[in-house]
């Protein structure tokens, strides 16, 4: 029977984690992400997992990498300056083709900003952080219950494309408490990264299949040796200049994503079929949003909202036709901006696009958003 | 030319290295190879990490499970594999700068936690890759490329830091005692904590060059010439220590390592034990 249980969000994202098959947790507290820390460090050894609090931000994503280079399912979480800091290494991971999970609870910023305050202010930081070209796949959950249940979707993501997948939540998401139901352990899919059966002998560490662009992936210690670098390999795992070997690697990079976007996107759609006004929004923003959007249809305005639930990659076919029904798009964030520019290039001109920012450290009201709403239709 | 066992652990499909001709590293990569031939290593068991720069290209020529990791970072990497599968042998080869510069936090923690990793310090005492840069272990005067009128910062004595910071053995050699620098790995990887292995070696191409010592004989020479054993160090003045290199086992003495007390720790938290 499902368990129904009273969570954090964080704590969720720290359960949802073990239930996804994670047996491998290091990294640095930060405020506000400390409390998925804090969960495994009690959680994991009791299921024979490691929980390893690092020097540093740089060594606790370092760490993962390592686990899961030695075949565990590894995940690292952090804010919004910690997120900073990883980034190099996260970049090694999308180059290695490791699989790993990253959380990023956001707060405010640039810099140590507002440790304690909401933001989303991370989100062209998870797509584009890292130098380099390479697909990002980010989840922005909006509830305790998404917490759980993405945190899992990340790690089978991330096993299947064997990269590392973003947990984008926002300090609201992270630290409200609220129900959740459990599910039973079974009742959803964990996918595991696929194995070689090549003979060790035989075994081309980077060898695409043909039927997914992703490499089977060997683990330090079960038989196979092979090297894992960040230099720009070929696919033996060595460093290559040969101009070809470089393009085929990097385009496999983004082309192992983007082939299966259709399987990777997710989104909710409200008040859809005859909405003249539409909202666009994510994570917490989406919550005052919907109340806002309610509170306009009893006012009989044709409102709907379009959630993004994968922020990367960003739901853009599925909101263009969305979108050239409607009369307006507008988009609450806590942001100046970030995904505007991706709900614009999305729109494509259909509608006129109106950004609603907000950056004060405090929450959405639906009142805020209710007047953008009545301001336009 | 190496003995067949090493020869079975080199990577020889990738073999000329990059290394310059008369570098030191491949004098140490032979030396560690021999320790893990004699030790009778697994491959398949054996992980050789490192970070980035000449030293750290090393992991490439053995053929054994190898990774490459990001400028400093080696030992965290090391970490994470040596807590996710404690079975593994994990040595980590780092240069100066990888250990002393941008990695001296991580190499501090390494050394306080006695994790059982054998990290091998490549020690040149000068950025070789990025062209003749000023290291951490750059001796005062002298010359880098960010050094022209002479180094001013007093550098690192790597192994009286790890010693401090709590590392379980700790040994020091050149490249001058090739049968040290393998004894001393040999003795690293078969201690259970965190052992460093710090090996004086030479680029002749970025500091010798500018410091007097362009052919890699004179730096050899100059090795055998400053090296003092521990015992004779003991009895020598501070004064009469300038300019020496510290040579033999600087510590050895037992700490309880870390994976086996997160063990420990995993079978407390499943009540296993009270």
Not at chain 2, 72 to 79: D, I, N
Not at chain 2, 155 to 160: E, G, I, M
Request: proline fraction near 6%.
């Amino acid at each position: 029977m499902a368990e129904v249980a009273f969570w954090q969000g964080n704590k969720a994202i720290a359960m949802g984690a073990i239930a996804g098959g994670c047996t491998f947790f290091s990294g640095y507290p930060i405020t506000p992400s400390s409390e998925i820390a804090e969960t495994l460090a009690e959680e994991l050894p009791k299921i024979g997992g490691r929980f390893i609090q690092m020097e540093d931000e740089i060594g606790g994503i370092a760490a993962a990498i390592g686990a899961s280079i030695a075949g565990r399912k590894a995940m690292t979480a952090t804010s919004g300056p910690g997120f900073s800091l990883k980034q190099e290494n996260l970049g090694l991971a999308y180059m290695a083709e490791i699989p790993l999970v990253v959380v990023d609870i956001m707060r405010g910023g640039p810099s140590t900003g507002l440790p304690t305050r909401v933001s989303q202010q991370d989100v062209m930081q998870a797509r584009w952080g890292t130098h380099g070209d390479h697909a990002t796949i980010a989840y922005a959950p909006s509830s305790v219950q998404e917490c759980f249940e993405l945190t899992i979707a990340a790690f089978n993501a991330s096993e299947r494309f064997r990269q590392p997948v973003i947990i984008l939540g926002d300090e609201v998401v992270g630290h409200m408490r609220e129900k959740i139901v459990i599910p039973d352990a079974g009742s959803y899919q964990v996918v595991n990264r696929k194995r070689p059966t090549a003979d060790p002998e035989d075994f081309v560490p980077y060898k695409p299949d043909p039927s997914d662009d992703v490499p089977p992936m060997a683990s330090f210690g079960d038989g196979y040796r092979w090297h894992v670098t960040g230099l720009t390999h070929d696919e033996w795992g060595f460093p290559t200049d040969e101009p070809s070997e470089i393009e085929t690697k990097i385009k496999r990079l983004v082309q192992k994503v983007n082939r299966f976007r259709k399987d990777i996107v997710r989104y909710e759609v409200f008040y859809g079929e005859d909405a003249k006004v539409l909202i666009v929004s994510y994570g917490s923003v989406a919550r005052s949003s919907l109340r806002a959007v309610r509170e306009a249809r009893q006012k009989g305005l044709k409102v709907g909202h379009f959630r993004p639930i994968t922020l990367w990659p960003f739901p853009d076919e599925e909101l263009k036709e969305l979108a050239s029904q409607v009369d307006v798009v507008i988009v609450p964030e806590l942001n100046c901006g970030q995904m505007l520019l991706e709900v614009e290039r999305a729109v494509n001109g259909k509608a006129p696009v109106v950004g609603k920012s907000l950056v004060n450290g405090e929450l959405f009201q639906p009142s805020d958003i209710l007047s953008a709403i009545e301001e336009v239709a | 030319m190496p003995s067949k066992e090493v020869l079975d652990w080199l990577r020889v499909d990738f073999f000329p290295h990059i290394w310059c001709p008369g570098c030191g590293h491949g004098i140490i990569m032979h030396a560690l190879l021999r320790a893990l031939a004699s030790l009778g290593c697994e491959k398949e068991r054996t992980v050789i990490a490192s970070g980035i720069g000449c030293s750290s290209r090393m992991p490439g020529y053995i053929d054994a499970c190898t990774v490459h990791t990001t400028h400093g970072r080696s030992l965290v990497f090391a970490t994470g594999i040596k807590l996710a599968n404690p079975e593994l042998t994990v040595v980590n080869v780092m240069g100066d700068g990888d250990c002393a510069a941008i990695g001296g936090n991580h190499f501090i923690h390494a050394c306080r936690r006695n994790i059982d990793i054998t990290a091998v310090v490549l020690n040149n005492s000068i950025y070789g890759m990025t062209g003749g840069q000023v290291s951490p272990t750059t001796p005062i005067g002298a010359y880098a490329t960010t050094a022209p009128y002479g180094a001013i910062d007093p550098p690192f004595d790597l192994c009286n830091l790890a010693a401090a910071a709590g590392a379980t053995y700790v040994a020091r050699a050149t490249v001058a005692q090739p049968q040290l620098v393998e004894q001393y790995i040999k003795k690293g990887i078969q201690n259970k904590g965190f052992s460093v292995v710090e090996v004086m070696t030479h680029c002749h191409t970025q500091f010798g060059r500018r410091n007097k010592l362009p052919r890699p004989i004179d730096n050899i020479n100059r090795f055998k010439q400053v090296s003092v054993t521990k015992t004779k160090a003991d009895a020598m003045k501070p004064e009469e220590l300038e300019g020496k290199i510290v040579i033999g086992e600087l510590m050895d003495r037992k700490r309880p390592e870390y994976v086996e007390q997160y063990l420990r720790l995993i079978e407390r938290a499943r009540g296993q034990v009270a």
